[in-house]
């Protein structure tokens, strides 16, 4: 299992991910993480709150798991020995890359679910653009069967303007906006981008970044994806109304550093003075 990103990342996936908030890193996990991870799905899913706490999306269409990397097991080892910190420092620039969350997304063949347009800024009880969602292709992923999508370009356009979304439309700047509206829009300033993955590759995106999902329209592939959620330099606690807490763990006082057993450090950079 590869420690070191199988495929280095490159000053061209820094720059897209500057400019999109989203890029897609092709092979960085080697076959034997991906062989690992995809028996220990299949044992999850035969019992999944016995590996970790089910997502608000968690149902017959979809399996959505959280929190497995707190306890011993192959997704720990996931998140602490895996090139996932590193991978993600190279793409945004940090210098530390913390570990607090990683959720599964399961699609079986034939699932209905759609993942509604949002931002995962939403849910973190923190500030920072460092806080990035790595979304780990366990499955071929492609149109038929469910892939993300994401308006390329929207983060800077929240960060710029300080646009925060709620859960609810009377919280902050209201509801994500509903980007299906805006498919055939020609005028629509931003675009739509996602894209075919192999298992082993990986997207990586911004907190600002909005995103959904399709159901699965294959009858007989599942789509899997292992999200992994990080805290780089700039990440602060921001325990404000409109954002979920992060269970186990205390709120801290407003604009610390997130610290402790639950935010582990998995990468430094070594190379200081370098971008990549
Ligand atoms: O896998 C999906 O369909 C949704 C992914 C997602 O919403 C996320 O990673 O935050």
């Known amino acids: 299992m590869n420690k070191p990103t199988l495929n280095p990342i490159t000053a ?3 720059n897209t991910y500057r400019r999109d908030g989203v890029v897609h890193l092709r092979q960085v996990f080697d ?7 995809g028996q220990e799905v299949d044992r999850l899913l035969k019992d999944p709150e016995n590996y970790g706490i089910p997502g608000p999306s968690h149902g017959a269409s979809m399996a959505s798991v959280c929190f497995m990397w707190r306890q011993p097991g192959v997704f720990r080892d996931f998140v602490l020995n895996s090139p996932v910190g590193e991978v993600v ?41 460092m806080a990035p969602n ?14 993300v999508e994401y308006v390329a370009g ?10 925060h979304f ?9 509801l994500c906006p509903d980007f299906e509206k805006e498919r055939n829009n020609p005028d629509f300033p931003f675009r739509f981008v996602s894209f075919d993955m192999e298992p082993g590759d990986a997207v990586v995106f911004h907190p600002s970044t909005p995103h959904f999902s399709q159901g699965n329209h294959s009858s007989a592939r599942p ?5 992994v959620r990080v805290f780089g330099d700039d990440v602060r606690w921001y325990p404000a109304p ?3 807490s992060i269970p186990g763990v205390d709120a801290l006082p407003e604009g610390e550093p997130p610290s402790g057993k639950f935010f582990p450090v998995i990468w430094r950079r070594t190379d200081v003075g370098s971008a990549g």
């Open 12 to 14: 061209e996936h820094r």
């Open 31 to 37: 076959r034997q993480w991906i062989e690992r991870l």
């Open 89 to 129: 420092g190279r793409v945004i620039g940090a210098d530390t890359i913390r570990a607090y969350h990683d959720h599964l997304f399961h699609k079986p063949p034939g699932s209905t679910k759609v993942m509604v347009w949002h931002c995962d800024e939403t849910a973190w009880p923190v500030t920072g653009e």
């Open 134 to 147: 790595i979304w780990v292709a366990l499955t071929p992923v492609d149109r038929e069967n469910g892939r």
């Open 154 to 163: 929207f983060h800077r356009h929240c960060v710029e303007n300080d646009l």
């Open 166 to 174: 709620g859960f609810a439309p009377d919280q902050a700047d209201g």
């Open 223 to 227: 789509r899997t994806g292992l999200a």
């Open 242 to 244: 409109y954002k979920a």
